[in-house]
């Protein structure tokens, strides 16, 4: 059985940074995609950033140049670097394993960017 469980959220001010962690267990095919979506409060959720077991990545245009997407394949771990944090940033991240056309998700991690 695959799980993803997420770690680093938390309350952050404007302007600061956090750096949110994934990692995955169990049986897990080498070739995959992992990322993160995020849900704002009464949004739906959207794609924030993806990467390939390759190394390809794929961002949100409004993050672009602030967050930074990285992966540990020998860990099965993902990462989101997230700088320059805005108001609107403020979400449940929640990490994605798509696998042999299996998708998987984390329970999300609450990030607030506030004053």
């Known amino acids: 059985q695959v799980q993803l469980v997420e770690s680093g959220g938390g309350l952050v001010q404007p302007g600061g940074s956090l750096r949110l962690s994934c990692a995955a267990s169990?049986?897990?095919?080498?070739?995959?995609?992992m990322g993160w979506y995020r849900q704002a409060p009464g949004k739906e959720r959207e794609l924030v950033a993806i990467a390939t077991s390759g190394g390809s990545t794929v961002y949100a245009d409004s993050v672009k140049g602030r967050f930074t997407i990285s992966r540990d394949n020998a860990k099965n771990t993902v990462y989101l670097q997230m700088n320059s944090l805005k108001p609107e940033d403020t979400a449940v991240y929640s990490c994605?394993?798509?696998?042999?056309?299996?998708?998987?998700w984390g329970k999300g991690t609450l990030v607030t960017v506030s004053s």
């Open positions: 994605n394993l798509l696998v042999l056309n299996q998708e998987y």
């Open positions: 169990g049986s897990i095919f080498r070739i995959n995609v």
